[in-house]
């Protein structure tokens, strides 16, 4: 069969940064080390003045076309995947391709362009949606340019505040790609749940805690599902192990659940038997409550065992890099957890190609999605391409007072004026709206 998946993938952060440790903390009240080992975040990305989800999409797709060489006329579909969208009918997509023609002769007349909303996992959605295209033969030599872009931003003052974040991913999918092929098995965990939802209105009702129930309990069920086509997971199966990080903690609660199902009854099981027994098994107790004990108490101390921490120092730890410094990027999340795996394989020396990675996406209200990936020969020149550790470095640091004329520009309810921080450079900039209400955009030199 083709081999399907992502091409090339580029990165766009918002251009300020919301330093959790030195800026939040303090007016919170709060030990940084809430922040920075609790949620395991250091900082937030946050869009300056003239940056949005268009811009900030476009630009990461305009890196991309450039880098690779492409023309609108290879591009067969653009879809955007987002939960920030400012328009129920017109899709983000239309702006970004707008965007783009302002830059490239050809246009995007022929191309099929959607918008995906399912919370985080839309991203994931978009991509699926790009490899089944190319798979159905539908694509005539072209390909699919994904866009996942948001701005997550939560009320002032929420429990979500410290969660925040902006920017975009944008990936190419192809054939024969150069960098990840996408496995055709994949695992769903999905029910009606209200975790977090936005009806209607800019920033998020969530029940936080319950969140993260629903994310292990979701993504629990996608590892069965997937493992009932694909065989049971083994832990040394997969290099890495992207998660969509709505901030590392979350991360770290799913590992180790994880973990716990991939060694079950395998050799690595019985090692540790002498060290924390074996796992309880539900037939061995009399209540679902006794049982439920009996595993919190088990992974409480497998959480503490050499070979678990030297499996999440491989595999789960070098994902959460480039997340622990921009924040919560919803629909690009799990994208930058990818990238974020990627680099560190080039900057260790991992000799990845050939290797599966195992990716986790969620979307709250509630769906988790998981399938595998094989990463491709070459890889290494595509990862070394990204100038992601740049973009970060370069961010303006903003004070407290400058974040809440920052977040107030950014709601939709607010009208408010403000002087950009940094300058734009050869980049899209938003440049007010026209008759119709529609944002409108420019390419600055
Ligand atoms: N040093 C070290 N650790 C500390 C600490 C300190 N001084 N103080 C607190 N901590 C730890 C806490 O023990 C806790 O860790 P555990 O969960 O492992 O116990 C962690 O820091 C966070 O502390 P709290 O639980 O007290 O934090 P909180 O009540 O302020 O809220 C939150 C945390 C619920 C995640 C909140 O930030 C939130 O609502 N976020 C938005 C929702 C979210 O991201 N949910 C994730 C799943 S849903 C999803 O994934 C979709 C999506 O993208 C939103």
């Known amino acids: 069969m083709t081999a399907v998946g992502i091409d090339a993938m580029e990165v766009w952060t918002g251009k300020l940064k919301l330093d ?79 965007c783009l023609e302002q830059v490239y002769d050809g246009d995007f007349h022929h191309a099929n362009k959607g918008e995906r909303k399912f919370a985080c996992i839309a991203g994931t959605q978009s991509l699926d949606d790009a490899v089944n295209w190319i798979l ?41 790609p150069d960098l990840v092929e996408l496995s055709t098995e994949q695992g769903y965990g999905s029910a009606d749940e209200t975790d977090f939802l936005k009806p209607n209105q800019q920033f998020p009702s969530v029940d936080g805690k319950r969140s993260i129930q629903v994310y292990l309990a979701r993504m629990r069920e996608a590892l069965e599902d997937f493992e009932s086509v694909s065989g049971k997971s083994h832990p040394d199966d997969y290099e890495y192990i992207p998660f969509h990080t709505p901030y590392p903690g979350m991360v770290r609660k799913a590992a180790v659940l994880g973990y716990r199902h991939m060694i079950r009854d395998t050799e690595i099981e019985a090692e540790l038997a002498d060290q924390i027994g074996t796992q309880p098994r ?118 407290w007072s400058e974040y809440e004329q920052v977040h107030d520009r950014h709601n939709h309810e607010k009208s408010v004026e403000l002087e950009p921080f940094t300058q734009p450079d050869s980049e899209f900039v938003f440049d007010g709206w026209g008759p119709m209400n529609e944002r409108k955009y420019t390419y600055v030199e």
Request: glycine share 8%; aromatic share 8%.
């Open 282 to 399: 539900r037939e061995d107790f009399d209540s679902a409550e006794a049982f439920e004990q009996a595993i919190r108490d088990y992974m409480d101390e497998l959480k503490n065992t050499e070979a678990y921490r030297e499996w999440y120092a491989d595999t789960i730890e070098p994902t959460l890099d480039i997340s622990s410094h921009v924040g919560n990027w919803y629909t690009g999340s799990v994208h930058i957890a990818r990238m974020s795996a990627l680099r560190h394989a080039v900057e260790n020396d991992v000799d990845l190609a050939g290797k599966r990675m195992l990716v986790a996406s969620y979307g709250s209200g509630a769906q988790a999605e998981i399938h595998a990936e094989t990463v491709q020969p070459g890889f290494e020149e595509e990862v070394l391409a990204s100038n992601i550790d740049e973009q970060i470095d370069a961010r303006y640091d903003l004070s």
């Open 20 to 98: 959790l440790a030195e800026t939040f903390a303090p007016q919170k009240g709060d030990d940084p080390g809430k922040y920075t080992k609790g949620l395991g975040l250091h900082a937030s990305s946050f869009p300056d003045a003239y940056e949005d989800i268009v811009t900030m999409g476009a630009n990461a797709a305009h890196r991309l076309m450039d880098r690779k060489g492409l023309e609108p006329e290879d591009i067969g579909r653009i879809d955007v995947a987002t939960e920030s969208a400012f328009d129920n009918s017109k899709p983000v997509s239309t702006y970004i391709a707008g």
């Open 136 to 176: 159905a033969g539908r694509n005539r030599g072209r390909g699919a340019l994904v866009v996942a872009t948001d701005t997550a931003l939560y009320a002032r003052d929420d429990a979500g505040e410290a969660t925040q974040g902006a920017g975009a991913v944008a990936m190419y999918i192809t054939e024969d």
